[in-house]
Structures are given as C-alpha cells and as structure tokens.
C-alpha cells in the first residue's frame, strides 16, 4: 500500500492513520486514552523535557496526532499549532475544545506558515514513518519556519542499528529460552505488528546526526532507552547493564533516538 503521487516517488497514503491507529497503535494512546490525554508516555514526557518551552514561544508539532501535545504546550503558555497529513489525527485533536483551531491539515513536506516563525518544532515519533526523500523535504521546510535561535526536538524509535545488529541475537536468546513466539523474524513487528506497513525508515544515532547536518541543522544526538523493569537473576541483570550502557554495545542496543538541534552559523 505505497502511494507514488510526487515526482514518482514512494509515500505512505495517510489513510494507513485512522482512528484505530492513533487509539491502539500510535505511541502514547495507552496514557491517552487512560487519561483523556491528561498524562503523556514517558517518551512524549522526555521529549517536552528537552525542549524546554517557556511562556510566550511560538511551537509547532509536526505530526501531532491525537494533539495531547499541543495541549501540554498550551498549558505551559506557549502559542502551540500542529499539523498532521491523517484526517483521523486532525479531527480527534480537534475534540479538544483548546486544540480546535491550533490543529490543520498539512503534510510536513509543504508548511503553511511563514519563514522564521517557531521558536520550537517537535518532531515526535514521525521520522520513521517518512521515506528518506520525504524526510530531507521535511526537514528542509522546518529549517525555513525556524527562528534562528530557534531549536527541533526529535524523537524516533527503534534504533536502526537495534534491529539490524543487536535484534537477530536478542531474538535468538529469546528462541533458546522458549520464548521465541513473542519475538518474530521481522523486528519492525515487535510488539506493533502495524509498524510492519508504516515503518519505513529506522534511524540510527550516526544517520539522524548526517540527515540533520545535510539539511543545514547543527544538533545533539543520543541514544536512550525505556526503564526495563525486569525481574531475573544477577548474571542477567549484569549482562543487560553491560549491553545498555557500555560502548560500543549501548550503541546497538539502546533502542530510541533523540534529538535536539538548530539552525548552523552562518561563517
């Protein structure tokens, strides 16, 4: 199901994003729905940790989905508008009477706002969904409606390097522990097995580092990871301590990528 309307080139239809997507699927929903999106997942929680918004800024959530973000800006008292290409994500925003005329119909490769307009721009869980092609269109727009002290927030998960290098062996000790079922040949099945048709372009911390620097940006890149919370023996608990938080191992193992960058000097 891959749309090629521009210039031929591959795109996913944004009918793949319905209702079921945003309140099943999409991350985040389980908080969402559990609090009428009062409450955000930890990584959406990070994400606004980072960009430290502050009353009176002007902030833009690309692909904002079910718009609890927008809200959480808001409530900070920053100006907050977001757009989403999915007909789905813009009218659930739009229950919330304070995201009602924050939230449009957009694709993040064509922005209808201004140059030099946002003081933040948060890009949440989207890069992965977007081709490379897209993804360098997108990240041009953003560098345009960026203030100049202006700063883009991302976050994108898994870890590219994770399901190349580090799932197939994580996947086998699973397999030698009788647990193989839960872990399927196909790492973008995990957990999410939509992510099978909208997962399209997996990053590693060297490839979002390289994608924003091409696009004109400066940034900070790292790696992290979801508290585990697992029980199991000392040796495994060592082991798990070792892979996630010694190089070169974290490198691979670590499973989401962040991101805070902003606009090069001008020499």
């Not at 609090?35 to 960009?51: C, D, F, I, N, P």
């Not at 040949?185 to 097995?193: E, H, K, Q, Y």
């Not at 940006?217 to 040796?235: E, I, M, Y």
Request: hydrophobic residues 40%; charged residues 20%.
């Amino acid at each position: 199901m891959i749309s090629t309307d521009h210039d031929n080139l591959p795109s996913l239809p944004a009918g793949l994003y319905d209702e079921k997507y945003f309140l099943s699927s999409c991350e985040g929903f389980d908080e969402f729905n559990s609090t009428s999106g009062v409450q955000l997942s930890l990584r959406l929680q990070k994400s606004l940790e980072y960009a430290n918004i502050e009353s009176g800024m002007k902030v833009l959530d690309i692909g904002s989905g079910r718009g609890e973000i927008i809200s959480a800006c808001s409530k900070l008292g920053a100006d907050a508008y977001g757009i989403d290409y999915a007909a789905a994500a813009v009218n659930i925003s739009r229950l919330s009477e304070e995201n009602n005329s924050q939230v449009s119909l957009a694709d993040a490769k064509d922005l209808p706002f201004p140059h030099n307009c946002f003081d933040r721009i948060l890009i949440l869980d989207v890069v992965e969904h977007l081709f490379p092609w897209e993804l360098q269109r997108a990240l041009q727009q953003v560098y345009r409606v960026l203030k100049q002290d202006g700063l883009i927030i991302i976050h994108t998960a898994p870890n590219a390097w994770y399901d190349l290098y580090a799932y197939p062996f994580v996947r086998l000790f699973r397999i030698m522990l009788g647990q193989g079922r839960s872990y399927p040949a196909n790492p973008r099945a995990l957990n999410v097995a939509v992510n099978l048709e909208v997962h399209v372009n997996e990053q590693s911390a060297l490839s979002m580092w390289l994608h924003l620097r091409k696009s004109g940006f400066s940034s900070k890149v790292w790696l992290d990871t979801p508290p585990q919370n697992r029980n199991g023996s000392a040796w495994l608990s060592g082991i798990r301590k070792l892979l996630f938080g010694a190089p070169p191992f974290r490198w691979f193992f670590q499973r989401e990528v962040f991101a805070v960058a902003w606009r090069k000097t001008k020499s």
